[in-house]
């Protein structure tokens, strides 16, 4: 791969929010988890991320508290959206757009690392699937959303049941919403400029 091919990787990615219903293939999920995500950099190689990865029916199951976190974002989205916006948005929350596969991205924080450092390490992970997706042909939406609900989302997943939740250790950190894309939207615009200071 060139420079150039690299730099163009990064700038074509971008959030899909409709998908077609074709469900994805455990080896293509399988190649991004062990070739992209487990490849990123974590505070002290800890390598905290931990996934959940939800299909079929579960997923299905996982739209009524999708549905649950919009009634949480939706006042703020309707002072910022323009209307056509707001209700795609709000359609997406609704059927999260199609997408077959829903990945839950945890971190598993401890005392030997910063907290700051294990949510960051984490990331770096999820954003090595967003550039995967790219590669494979899918596309993919990182969500903050399921934050909204947060112990919903754990105990759907069956989260609260493991020994590291019990002791404190397992936050939810995003969802990632996975599946070959159905709409091509406009990149979203970038600030190119007041973002660095250069000290020298
Ligand atoms: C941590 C994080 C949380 C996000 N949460 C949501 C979300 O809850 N819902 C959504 O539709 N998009 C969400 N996004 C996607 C952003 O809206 C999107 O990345 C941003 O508008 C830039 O667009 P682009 O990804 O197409 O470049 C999130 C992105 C990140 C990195």
New binding site residues.
């Given amino acids: 791969m060139t420079s150039q091919e690299f730099y163009e990787l990064v700038q074509s ?3 899909i ?1 409709k998908f077609k219903k074709d469900p994805v293939p455990r080896e293509v999920l399988e190649r991004m988890f062990q070739q992209a995500a487990f490849h990123a950099p974590s505070g002290k190689n800890r390598q905290n991320w931990r996934f959940f990865v939800v299909q079929g029916q579960k997923r299905d199951e996982y739209l009524k508290y999708s549905q649950k976190s919009w009634l949480s ?1 939706k006042d703020v989205l309707q002072k910022r959206l323009k209307p056509s916006l707001y209700d795609f ?1 709000e359609r ?2 609704f059927t999260l757009g199609d997408a077959p596969v829903l990945v839950f991205c945890y971190s598993h924080n401890d005392n030997e690392e910063r907290y700051h450092t294990s949510i960051g390490s984490v ?1 770096m992970a ?1 954003q090595n699937i967003n550039l995967a997706c790219q590669v494979e042909g899918l596309g993919c ?5 399921p934050l909204e609900i947060k112990e919903d989302v754990d105990k759907f997943l069956g989260v609260t049941e493991l020994p590291e939740y019990k002791k404190g250790e397992l936050e939810l950190l ?1 969802g990632i919403v996975i599946g070959y894309p159905d709409h091509n ?1 406009p ?2 615009p970038r600030q190119l400029e007041n973002r660095i200071t250069w000290i020298d």
Wanted: net charge positive; glycine share 6%.
């Fill in positions: 990615r971008k959030s929010r974002i948005t997406f929350f990331y999820v939406c990182t969500m903050g959303a995003c939207p990149k979203a």
